[in-house]
């Protein structure tokens, strides 16, 4: 058991303080800490995709909730997020006021500066607020030559049609 331990503190997972722990939601996006771990394949160009389809933040002039679905795509170099953690930082969202192109950048910005990835694209998919859907896109450049990524699969806003 201890070799095993050892192993995963040599793997740069001794410092991760969320995973394996009782943690309360952060108080606000600011306050929430992104943890990252080693790229198991760092050397491979490959993309990892994270889906937070139930995002929810809140109208900063109303107090109303609103409602996104989160698609994040990117190429990671040496470090990939800890699920824990990101999950802990889109929680924090959940009463943070804020407009919907403020939370889909600034999502994308705090991941790209915790990872530091090859690559990284956020799409903010939102429900329609005062009937019309707002879709907010973001990336830190052109993705890598040669790199196989899928369309984010979320289809238009249709209402009832």
Known sequence: MKKAKDAK????????????????LPASPEAAVLETV?????GRLYAIRLVQPEF??????????DFAHLVIDYVPAKRIVESKSL???????????AFHEDCTVYIGERLAAAMKPRWLRIGGYWYPRGGIP???????????A??????QGV???????
Not at 89 to 95: A, D, K, T
């Open 9 to 24: 503190l040599a793997g740069g997972l001794g410092a991760l303080t969320q995973l394996g722990q009782a943690t309360r």
């Open 38 to 42: 080693p790229n198991p394949k760092p």
């Open 56 to 65: 929810t933040s809140l109208c900063p002039l109303t107090g109303q909730p």
């Open 87 to 97: 999950k802990l930082f889109l929680g924090s969202f959940r009463n943070h006021g």
């Open 134 to 144: 707002i879709d907010v896109f973001w990336q830190t450049g052109k993705p890598p």
């Open 146 to 151: 040669g790199l196989w990524l899928p369309d």
């Open 155 to 161: 289809p238009p806003y249709r209402g009832r049609g």
